[in-house]
């Protein structure tokens, strides 16, 4: 293959005919690149060790490809979630995939071991981050930021058994939101927990069950609110009994927590909050559990993690155990750890289980047997004649600079019934076929995929009539 080289000056324009381009032209180079020569020798290296080895092609253990079936189910989910995201007023930000080993040291507790470290190249030691909340507070500590409320998707790593039939991988995306600076209590964490409700609710994944760590509202009540063990203990019994709302109206009516000062401004903000919960409308979607632990050590106040109860959406389902579907809390000292003077900002904030959420809606489709577009193509261009790809490219090309999302067959002279199958096949809404007969005519034949209704239309009213029947459909 002969190498392309820079061409420059006027030996350029005598090449392509022009001494001069006309305003607004784009002129595009092919250009050499050392890099091919250092691929070719590496190429040569490793081409004896792999005759010599078994080479399996397959994935790293804990990572999957995806078929662009399923690339459009998670796309259909994301979008879904960071609509939810923007609806509450986040900005979106990002971080870069991998971070100074540093910043993510003593900040996961027993899950440090499960870090990935890159190895070092003779300059910085860095890691795959872990989670996207880390790198956040990194980001606010760095930029001074002291109020913020940001939503973030990106993947993370993690160096655990897999379960894929849980969604459990070692690289997986997380949806994050987080409300960062000071406020008023508790207003942030409700609409924390309402994003959660919204969310799990609009994907229509079934019943679910949000719930909050009584062993964490405990340690607020004794050692920031300076309540008495025993007491905690009773509020504790009443946590054990009632669950959700029910709970705080259980506990005013105890004179043992009713008439003890120290109990009543420990449940404080116990109350505040699910009097917000319930103006949401989600109180009922709450409930606290004795079991729940916080697992990364950041956490500093209430966490929570939504379920999805046994119960499927359809009857058709069977059960799919993939544990906690979203999960959250508060972490108020986080961002004071990358502060050089210690300043904190409180954050509260969300991660929503994409994979997990993407391995119940795949075994629901598979269930009832969904079919799923791969493409967004409105309108394909065909022909039944030989000899007309030129006609084809213009007529194409209007469609595009239309704002159309429009295809056609790479060959130049494609059968028609071959054409009319793709747009079957593929789901494609709309034909446009241009012949001898509509080229004399000065029209083009709009054809309803499934109604197979055809219709002659002036050129130049072709957009207008095709927008007109997209946004009909």
């Known amino acids: 293959m002969p190498q392309l080289g820079l061409l420059h000056g006027r030996a350029w324009a005598v090449l392509f005919g022009q001494l001069r381009r006309p305003p607004g032209a784009v002129c595009i180079r092919a250009v050499h690149s050392h890099s091919q020569v250092a691929e070719a020798a590496l190429a040569t290296q490793l081409k004896p060790h792999q005759e010599k080895s078994n080479f399996i092609i397959k994935t790293p253990k804990g ?18 979630v960071v609509s939810c995201f923007k ?57 001074k930021v002291k109020k913020m409320k940001r939503y973030h998707v990106g993947k993370v790593w993690r160096r655990e058994s897999p379960t894929i039939a849980q969604g459990r991988y070692r690289e997986f995306c997380q949806c994050d939101f987080d409300i960062a600076g000071q406020f008023d209590p508790m207003i942030p964490d409700a609409e924390c927990l309402k994003i959660m409700c919204e969310i799990l609710s609009g994907l229509q994944l079934g019943d679910f069950l949000i719930k909050m760590s009584w062993k964490d509202v405990r340690h607020e009540m004794v050692a920031k609110k300076g309540l ?45 909050l699910f009097e917000y919960l319930t103006l949401f409308g989600i ?33 058709e389902e069977e059960p799919l155990n993939v544990g906690s579907v979203a999960a959250g809390g508060r972490y108020d000292g986080l961002v004071g750890m990358f502060d050089p003077k210690g300043h904190n900002v409180p954050c ?20 009832f047997g969904e ?47 071959t054409q009319l199958h793709y747009c079957e096949n593929m789901g494609i809404p709309l034909v446009v076929i241009i012949g001898e007969q509509e080229l004399k005519e000065g029209v083009i034949m709009l054809r309803s995929v499934a109604s197979r209704e055809e219709v002659a239309i002036t050129r130049e009213n072709l957009v207008a009539e095709i927008q007109k029947r997209l946004s009909e459909s």
């Open 348 to 367: 509260v904030g969300l991660s929503i289980g994409v994979e997990r959420i993407f391995s119940i809606v795949e075994q629901r489709m598979k269930t």
């Open 63 to 80: 990572t999957r490809d995806l078929s662009p079936q399923q690339v459009v189910v998670r796309e259909k989910i994301l979008d879904m």
């Open 283 to 315: 109180a009922e979607k709450i409930s606290f559990d004795l079991s729940l632990a916080r697992g990364l050590d950041y956490y500093t106040g209430v966490i929570y993690e939504a379920v999805l109860l046994q119960t499927p959406a359809h009857a």
């Open 228 to 272: 008495a063990a025993e007491i905690a203990d009773r509020i504790g019994d009443y946590v054990q009994c009632h669950g959700g709302v029910s709970l705080v109206k259980q506990m005013f009516q105890d004179p043992r927590l009713s008439q003890n000062k120290q109990a009543l401004e420990g449940l404080g903000d116990l109350k505040l």
């Open 371 to 417: 079919k799923i577009r791969t493409t967004e193509t409105q309108v394909f261009v065909a022909t039944p004649q030989k000899n007309f790809l030129q006609e084809r490219l213009k007529l194409i090309a209007e469609l595009w600079d239309a704002g159309i999302k429009a295809e056609l067959m790479y060959k130049n002279n494609p059968k028609l019934l």
């Open 87 to 143: 609806r509450h007023g986040a900005k979106g930000l990002d971080t870069p995939a991998f971070e100074l080993k540093e910043t993510l040291t003593e900040k996961y507790g027993e899950d440090s071991g499960l870090i990935y470290d890159l190895k070092d190249q003779g300059g910085e030691l860095l890691s795959l981050r872990y989670d996207l909340t880390v790198p956040f507070a990194r980001y606010l500590a760095m930029n």
